[in-house]
């Protein structure tokens, strides 16, 4: 079992920057692929961006590419979300969340097994 919590949200104007923090517990944390995710009202839970667990590759979604940058930190057990120029359209609760291992990348909410609780990011125009 892995707990992730979620910190760094709040409400910023468009161009702002954030970084989001994930802390992960109970598990040797080095050995999960991790993913950022979010989700906009009355809209599914989006992938946003991912780490192999080896560290070595990263990928991201089309829609935030160029604009953020995952990464992670083993000794303190967290994962990072780097946000840079954010948009209006940036809005929405953001979720860590954690698979075992992982040969490949990953983008679904199916592919993942634990999730956090959420940290909401709110821009504003």
């Known amino acids: 079992q892995v707990q992730l919590v979620e910190s760094g949200g709040g409400l910023v104007q468009a161009g702002a920057s954030l970084r989001l923090s994930c802390a992960a517990s109970?598990?040797?944390?080095?050995?999960?692929?991790m993913g950022w995710f979010r989700q906009a009202p009355g809209k599914e839970r989006e992938f946003v961006a991912g780490?192999?667990?080896?560290?070595?590759?990263?990928y991201y979604a089309d829609s935030v590419k160029g604009r953020v940058t995952i990464s992670r930190d083993n000794a303190k057990s967290t994962v990072y979300l780097q946000m840079n120029s954010l948009k209006p359209e940036d809005t929405a609760v953001y979720y860590c969340?954690?698979?075992?291992?992982?040969?490949?990348?990953?983008?679904?909410?199916?592919?993942?097994?634990?999730w956090g609780q959420g940290t909401q990011v709110t821009v504003s125009s």
């Open positions: 969340a954690a698979r075992p291992f992982g040969a490949t990348y990953y983008y679904t909410v199916e592919e993942y097994d634990y």
């Open positions: 109970g598990r040797t944390f080095s050995k999960y692929s």
């Open positions: 780490i192999r667990w080896t560290g070595t590759s990263t």
